[in-house]
């Protein structure tokens, strides 16, 4: 045995390197940057190898020709390489190989290709220019228990290869995207436990007679009419049912909850109306439940609070109300919570940041929520927030700056769930003014946002948010914010997105934004900007003048306004407005004066002029008035006469 996979290999292998091992069985070259594998063999000798993995590398088919000579090989696997055209000539005499993978090439394959293939029992021609089904009687020399033929890019199929009729063995089989119309037949061997058929235009009914299925994906077809009842009696194993993306109404029926072994419910993208079942209460293995983009009502179901080992849970795109339940904190295995664009009310819980360890993904977009933002920044694993479109209001928590998901940059991971379960995990993300459908968990593992935006908050940008140096995406606009542009900010090393338009920051634009190396959308427009806007680096390459527009003290490309001659301008504007202040406080001060002084007159003088007996006494108080000054005085000048 040698095994040298993912070791940056590169070159042609060694002329004869196997009859420099003649005892050799195994043998894992994949993931490499091989190129040339001509001549493993050359002098006649038998060869041991059994097992031979040249998958992800650079051959081309032509280097093949030396592997009719392996007669003892049993498993080959080239997938994910550069072979174009008919299948190697090596290949087809091969008559002990039980084990062939091909996937993702650009090969033509036919039925001839197979004929001396007799012993086969593995087949993965999928991702190819293949097309098995050039006559209805072919018989195949072969009993597969597996075939995978999904996303063949050539000659759709409109029906079900018949020769599949012979393959009673048949345990997985994929014809995803194949360009199947009919429906499916119940001749299909009823030993299936795998069963694709996604993104075709099958109709009909939802297959019921397969009952060791545990897998069944029939997403993106065109399946209509109510949800069967006894699907999950018919096929009791079944594990993972996909029916997202078809045209299926009515209510979800109770027996869907009621399946023990059911680990991922996916029925998004249907018209499915009602509401969510309370009927949660055996289901105690669902990992992933999907009922997003339907028409479904009412609020959350307490009972999904019994769905303990739930890690994905996708209820956006309904019309659900109501506030999110508090029992739903028990869910503490949960890493993705969904439940934007619908009618949720009240303040986003404080237990999601306390009990909802996991959670790596936390949408809540377009509700209305409202209060203040809790405290999130407990969460370990938390990389996309989207808390847009809401009613929230007070400041963004300087503890935003302590995401510890967020502190360094992303990298790839195969599995987005705790339990490190393959299973794919689709999300609507809204990104760069659209939104972008993941179906990977490669995808989401390597993206990280946070969306505040289309709020009522207030406050300054808080400095602490350079501290999140993996954040590729960060969008605050539509609030009112104040205050400068942290200069912080060139601390977010990864940042491709950063949206801050429509609010009230001022100041100048930080020169450190031009740092970031990755920025590629870029919107700072409707604000009170001031100064000359940063050259260099990034920056130099956002030439659209609209992400700067509504700032009237911005200056310097890309706008057309020269910074000198907008701060002499920006200078005399500032002088007419103080001298126009000036002259209308003067203007107010004489016209209050006046004012006063007509209301005073005439309400002394119009009193005397309407009324006698006011005038008789006004006149009279004159009078002893001036008598008793001249009292005084008298008195005054006569004590001073004395003196003298």
């Given at each position: 045995m040698l095994d040298l996979r993912n070791n940056s290999l590169s070159g042609h292998l060694p002329p004869k390197i196997l009859n420099m091992m003649p005892r050799l069985e195994y043998l894992d070259l994949s993931n490499n940057k091989i190129t040339g594998v001509k001549d493993m063999i050359l002098d006649g000798r038998p060869s041991s190898l059994e097992q031979l993995d040249l998958s992800y590398n650079s051959l081309h088919e032509s280097q093949l020709v030396s592997?009719?000579?392996?007669?003892?090989?049993?498993?080959?696997?080239?997938?994910?390489?550069?072979?174009?055209?008919?299948?190697?000539?090596?290949?087809?005499?091969?008559?002990?190989?039980?084990?062939?993978?091909?996937?993702?090439?650009?090969?033509?394959?036919?039925?001839?290709?197979?004929?001396?293939?007799?012993?086969?029992?593995?087949?993965?021609?999928?991702?190819?220019?293949?097309?098995?089904?050039?006559?209805?009687?072919?018989?195949?020399?072969?009993?597969?228990?597996?075939?995978?033929?999904?996303?063949?890019?050539?000659?759709?199929?409109?029906?079900?290869?018949?020769?599949?009729?012979?393959?009673t063995d048949l345990r997985e089989l994929d014809l995803s995207n194949t360009g199947i119309k009919e429906t499916i037949p119940n001749w299909l061997p009823s030993g299936l436990q795998y069963l694709y058929l996604s993104d075709n235009k099958i109709t009909g009914e939802i297959p019921q007679f397969f009952p060791k299925l545990k897998y069944l994906s029939l997403s993106n077809n065109s399946f209509s009419g109510n949800l069967s009842p006894r699907i999950t009696n018919t096929m009791p194993s079944l594990q993972w049912f996909d029916l997202?993306?078809?045209?299926?109404?009515?209510?979800?029926?109770?027996?869907?909850?009621?399946?023990?072994?059911?680990e991922r419910l996916q029925l998004s993208e249907n018209n499915l109306s009602g509401e969510v079942p309370n009927c949660w209460k055996n289901s105690s293995n669902l990992l992933l439940l999907d009922l997003s983009n339907n028409k479904l009502v009412g609020g959350v179901s307490d009972t999904l609070c019994n769905l303990q080992m739930l890690e994905s849970l996708h209820l956006s795109y309904n019309n659900l109300s109501g506030p999110i339940p508090h029992c739903l904190k028990s869910c503490t295995e949960l890493s993705t919570l969904d439940l934007g664009h619908n009618n949720f009310i009240g303040n986003i819980p404080t237990w999601i940041g306390e009990s909802l360890l996991y959670l790596k993904t936390l949408s809540l977009r377009s509700n209305a929520f409202n209060g203040s933002i809790p405290r999130l920044s407990f969460l370990p694993y938390l990389r996309i927030l989207d808390l847009s479109n809401n009613n929230l209001s007070g400041t963004i928590p300087q503890s935003f700056g302590s995401f510890s998901a967020l502190e360094s940059a992303p990298t790839?991971?195969?599995?987005?769930?705790?339990?490190?379960?393959?299973?794919?995990?689709?999300?609507?993300?809204?990104?760069?003014?659209?939104?972008?459908?993941?179906?990977?968990?490669?995808?989401?593992?390597?993206?990280?946002?946070?969306?505040?935006?289309?709020?009522?908050?207030?406050?300054s940008i808080p400095e602490e948010l350079g501290n999140l140096h993996g954040l590729r995406s960060l969008n605050l606009s539509g609030n009112y914010l104040i205050g400068q542009?942290?200069?912080?900010?060139?601390?977010?090393?990864?940042?491709?997105?950063?949206?801050?338009?429509?609010?009230?920051?001022?100041?100048?634009?930080?020169?450190?934004?031009?740092?970031?190396?990755?920025?590629?959308?870029?919107?700072?427009?409707?604000?009170?900007?001031?100064?000359?806007?940063?050259?260099?680096n990034q920056l130099q390459t956002f030439t659209d003048p609209s992400i700067y527009i509504g700032n009237p003290y911005l200056c310097g490309p890309p706008l057309p306004i020269n910074c000198t001659v907008n701060i002499a301008k920006a200078i005399e504007e500032e002088q007419n407005k103080d001298s126009s202040k000036s002259r209308m406080e003067i203007l107010w001060l004489y016209t209050s004066i006046t004012l006063g002084f007509i209301t005073g007159f005439w309400m002394v003088c119009g009193s005397l002029l309407l009324r006698r007996t006011w005038r008789i006494t006004y006149f009279r108080a004159i009078d002893n008035m001036i008598d008793k000054l001249y009292v005084v005085m008298a008195v005054t000048v006569a004590k001073y006469k004395r003196k003298l």
């Open positions: 592997l009719g000579n392996l007669s003892m090989l049993r498993s080959l696997n080239l997938g994910s390489n550069n072979l174009k055209g008919m299948l190697p000539e090596g290949i087809k005499w091969l008559k002990g190989l039980t084990y062939l993978d091909l996937y993702n090439n650009s090969l033509s394959l036919s039925e001839d290709d197979l004929t001396n293939l007799s012993s086969l029992k593995y087949l993965d021609i999928s991702y190819n220019s293949i097309y098995l089904n050039k006559s209805d009687d072919w018989i195949p020399p072969f009993q597969l228990d597996t075939l995978w033929m999904g996303f063949c890019q050539i000659l759709p199929m409109p029906q079900f290869p018949k020769w599949l009729r012979t393959q997202s993306m078809n045209n299926m109404s009515g209510g979800i029926p109770f027996s869907y909850c009621r399946s023990s072994n059911l790839y991971q195969c599995c987005y769930f705790n339990n490190d379960t393959l299973y794919a995990e689709d999300m609507l993300l809204f990104i760069k003014g659209s939104e972008i459908k993941y179906t990977t968990s490669r995808q989401l593992s390597i993206d990280t946002l946070i969306d505040l935006s289309n709020n009522y908050l207030s406050g542009i942290p200069r912080s900010i060139d601390g977010m090393k990864q940042l491709e997105v950063l949206d801050l338009s429509r609010n009230n920051l001022s100041g100048a634009i930080p020169s450190g934004l031009a740092t970031l190396n990755f920025l590629d959308h870029l919107n700072l427009s409707y604000n009170n900007l001031s100064g000359s806007i940063p050259t260099g």
